[in-house]
Every structure is written in structure tokens, then in C-alpha cells.
């Protein structure tokens, strides 16, 4: 089966800019999550959806984080405007709702690095 | 407070040789408990999970097992390979929150 896709892999802007990420989760997963991962520390979720409904999204940033998951499938997360201390690897996963034990299936990521 | 911690925080071993990871866990009620490893540019990429009845399971040259009395988990590599050089990350499930605790995450490199 194909993989978690995710682009652009890097991106540079600077502070004040905006940007956005894109994802395409494997073929039939309801359950679709991005995280942020900084330099030498464990992905930190920002939003899950199930479908295209939101699930959790405690933790985004809601005053310069959006994301959304039209029709349940591809998910774009957009940054606006950008801080310095946004640089990091945006990862995107995806589970099938089936099996809570399921385990995550991760893109490769897209490095932002924000001057 | 859900916590998972992992130790050490970085580690260098040469080739061949074998290590062992640690992770602690104050994550209740516990559901299971996964292990990642994640390649220098790439996403995590599940190992293998350990659910509250399981107290070894092998991979190939990885053997994970769980303690759930004192909420440990240790993951074992043997005779280590250059390719094995990635962080590995401890996520533990919460039962009935849908929320998935993350560790920091271990860092090693294996020198030839």
C-alpha cells in the first residue's frame, strides 16, 4: 500500500510569512493527525481528525494554526503568520479507526525552518 | 499528569555490540505501549506494541518487554548494526482517552 504522503519536505520563510503543509493518508484511514516534532524531542500532537471532524485540537495554536481535512481524506495545516519558534518537522499520520491498537503510520514530514 | 520518560537521552555503541532502552510510564488507565523507531529525516515507523498481558515480544534482533506493575518498558537490541543508528520513541495508550502519550525519545548511533 502507498505510504503517507506529505509536501513540500522543506520550506524556508521568514517570521511574519505564512506557509502550509499538505497530506494524503493512506487509502481508508478515518483517523488523520498532525504533530510537531522539535530538534531532539518526541512528536507533540496538534489536532486529529476522524473523518473530517475534528477530534482533538487542544493543543493548536488556534490564533496562527489552522488545519482542515475536507471530504475526510487529504488534510492541509497552515501557519499564519509564522514565529521563529515554529521551526521544526511537521508530521502528518494516519490509523485506521478499526483497531485502536493500530499502529500510526507517519509521512517523512516537512522541515520548516522560519529566519 | 500522562507522562512517558526515556533514557538515557543519546547513546553511542560500536557495531556489534548490544543495548538497551528505557521507558517509564505514569500513563493510567494503560491501554498498550509502542515502540518507534524514527530514521534521521523520516516519520516513526512502529516496531512493535506491548499490551498489558505481554511481557516479551521479539523482532528480529529487537526485543521489547513490559513490566506493568512498575510501568517499564525496555526495548533490547542485539548485535547492534550501522543501520540501526535512528531515535527511538515510546508511546504509551491511554484506555478509553484516544490519546497517545509520546516520549522524548532515545537517540543512538552505532559506530563501526
Known amino acids: 500500500e502507498a505510504g503517507v504522503a506529505q509536501s513540500p519536505r522543506y520550506k524556508i520563510i521568514e517570521k511574519r510569512q505564512s506557509v502550509a503543509f499538505w497530506c494524503n493518508p493512506i487509502?481508508?484511514?478515518?483517523?488523520l493527525y498532525w504533530y510537531q516534532q522539535i530538534l531532539g524531542q518526541g512528536p507533540k500532537l496538534l489536532i486529529q481528525?476522524?473523518?473530517?471532524?475534528?477530534?482533538?485540537d487542544s493543543q493548536l495554536p488556534k490564533d496562527r494554526f489552522s488545519a482542515e481535512r475536507l471530504k475526510g481524506v487529504d488534510s492541509t495545516l497552515k501557519i499564519q503568520p509564522a514565529k521563529l519558534e515554529d521551526s521544526a518537522v511537521y508530521l502528518c499520520?494516519?490509523?485506521?479507526?478499526?483497531?485502536?491498537?493500530?499502529?500510526?503510520?507517519f509521512g517523512n514530514g516537512t522541515r520548516l525552518t522560519v529566519t | 499528569k500522562n507522562q512517558v520518560e526515556q533514557s538515557p537521552q543519546s547513546l553511542i555503541i560500536l557495531e556489534g555490540k548490544n543495548c538497551t532502552l528505557q521507558c517509564n510510564y505514569t500513563v493510567s488507565p494503560f491501554s498498550n505501549l509502542r515502540w518507534y523507531k524514527q530514521d534521521t529525516g523520516r516519520g516513526p515507523v512502529s516496531l512493535t506494541i506491548?499490551?498489558?498481558?505481554?511481557n516479551t515480544k521479539s523482532n528480529g534482533r529487537y526485543t521489547a518487554t513490559l513490566d506493568a506493575d512498575t510501568k517499564q518498558s525496555s526495548l533490547h537490541i542485539t548485535a547492534s548494526q550501522l543501520s540501526d543508528s535512528a531515535s527511538y520513541i515510546c508511546?504509551?495508550?491511554?484506555?478509553?482517552?484516544?490519546?497517545?502519550?509520546f516520549g522524548a525519545g532515545t537517540r543512538l548511533a552505532v559506530h563501526p
Open positions: 487509502s481508508g484511514h478515518a483517523t
Open positions: 506491548m499490551t498489558f498481558s505481554e
Open positions: 508511546v504509551v495508550s491511554a484506555r478509553g482517552y484516544n490519546k497517545l502519550i
Open positions: 499520520a494516519s490509523r485506521t479507526v478499526l483497531g485502536r491498537d493500530s499502529p500510526l503510520h
Open positions: 481528525f476522524q473523518n473530517n471532524g475534528v477530534v482533538d
